[in-house]
């Protein structure tokens, strides 16, 4: 086992990746000369190549469609993204092409892409570069949906991600990339099922992402508070494995989603009313749910700590579920 | 009117366009008696510029169309049962009717669509030629948008893209001079479409897109030297819609007159005219040609309407792709 960084486990991922299969290449802003805008891919250039590392100019639009027709064309592209934010300018080729090409087409034409991108706050960087929109995304059907949140996460899920043969979109936390943990797993790992992070009989808390910090700090405060509380990381947000969800809050009654999303139209309202669909009668209280405020990111520090999730907000939320 | 090399290249050339024609004419009988529902986008006026282009391509190249691409797919090769069954949304189709006309699709000839977004079949375009081109494979592919599609971004980042990375796409630039019922002056600036392929260092053609021997000699041209290396070309057809541009479309903001005079310039009568004036084609001919073509439209349509609807218990199928093997090409 060895201690590195989700930055670290995120390039080896990618280095194992162009070395098991010459069809891999990364293509995006800044992945070659520049090392990545999050320094990811530092290193990679020199080691593969210009053709296997492609500088992209700024045209999300041109370099992601070019991802999916690298893909309807044999290959097996990573299109890296600097910010969830900017990929709205490549909207239409992941909604309108990545995730409808294989239904429009009869089953005729799959898209074997992978999409890395960063998301969520934390970093001060403001309006435009900081929310955390994959909710959005998990609403189209046709796209797997990522949300690794570990280091084990980090270095196994990109290789699954290549071989499924339908586009998968990864989300990064940008807050999790100075992160250093054990690898524990230097091989794939399941891209399919949420993990349960720590065990409890009290109340379960659902997070993903950036927020799976968020839920064990909470669990650390509530269990000196004689509260077990059991943290669930969804890991895929598309399709939701709501299986591991409803066992958990079967035995649990209680549950609390933790989204950096914000709350209105959100993946969080997903998870609440797949927990009321299917297991009302196993709650004992109602579903709450602890997201960003309804606010533009803010830039000034005190103000963006308090328009994210907390560990304290989701403290004070399972308090209140359990008063 | 330039003359095709060959009589008998030239009557091939003058009976694809035929069949196009005349299937989208048998089109509108069937829109009219519901058959056919949705936005139905006839090429009527601009067949040569379909039929051309295909001439010059091989059959690993790829095709990357729009939604006004009927023409494009019987040019292309794809059987007229197929694509009649699809506009019926039959599961004969060549989407299983998922597509319907806009949204053609065949794997064995590489035409990847049937694109309805207006520019955003580039990015797809560029993307299939580096694939080829990290494969080693000298293919070209060709990538269809019209006037309109000039004016969205993506067809600039394409354009750059394609260029920067020198990539093996021929751009066909089918300018009927409307983006729906926006005319191109009103559209875009620079109405000289050449310059913006001038300004991402792309050589460039303009052709009469009324004359297919003129589309077929620009597109080969253009092939060759892409297949030698010669990085991204952009090929311009000035052409025309004699109909309006879907069938919910009153066409009020054409002049009736500028109808009938690109009408004059009918790029099948021009050809037809030109191999009649060297005894190439005989009415005779002419006529064995339109009944052949008749029956092959008969037989599409009751081909099409012999077809079977997709179960509704599939309706989900596809969304992603099922277990075993797939490979992309």
Redesign the interface.
Known sequence: MSVITYREAMREAIRDALVRDDRVFLMGEDVGRYGGCYAVSLGLLEEFGHERIRDAPLSESAFVGAGIGAALGGMRPIVEIMTVNFSLLALDQIMNNAATLLYMSGGQFSVPIVIRMTTGAGRQLAAQHSHSLEGWYTHIPGLRVLAPATIDDARGMLWPSLCDPDPVLVFENGALYNVEGELTETGAVDITSAAVRRRGDDVTIIAYGGTLRTALGAAEVLADEGVAAEVVDLRSLRPLDTGTILASVGRTHRAVVVDEGWRSGSLSAEIACRITEEAFYDLDAPVARVCSAEVPMPYAKHLEDAALPQPEKVVDAVRRLEA | MTAPDGADHALHLLRQMLRIRRFEERCVELYSRSAIRGFLHLGIGEEACAVGVMEALGPED?VVATYREHGHALARGISMRATMAELEGKLE???????GSM?I???ATRF????A?VG?G???????????H??GRPHVTACFFGDGAVAE??FH??M??AA??HLPVLFCCENNLYAMGTAIGLAQSETDLSLKAASYRMPSWDVDGMDVAAVEDGARLACEAIRDGGGPHFLEMRTYRFRAHSMYDSDRYRDKDEIERWKERDPITALSTALGATGALDEGDLDRMESEIDAEIDDAIAFAEAGSLEAVSDLE??????PGP????
């Not at chain 2, 560029?126 to 080829?132: E, K, N, Q, T």
């Not at chain 2, 797939?326 to 090409?329: C, D, L």
């Open positions: 790829a189709g060549t989407s299983r009717g998922r597509g949204h699709f065949d794997a990847y669509g049937g694109n977004i955003g580039l990015p797809l375009a560029v993307g299939l030629a580096l694939a080829d990290l494969q971004g993506e980042e394409s750059n893209l920067l990375w199928r596809f969304v992603t792709s099922e797939r490979e992309g090409r």
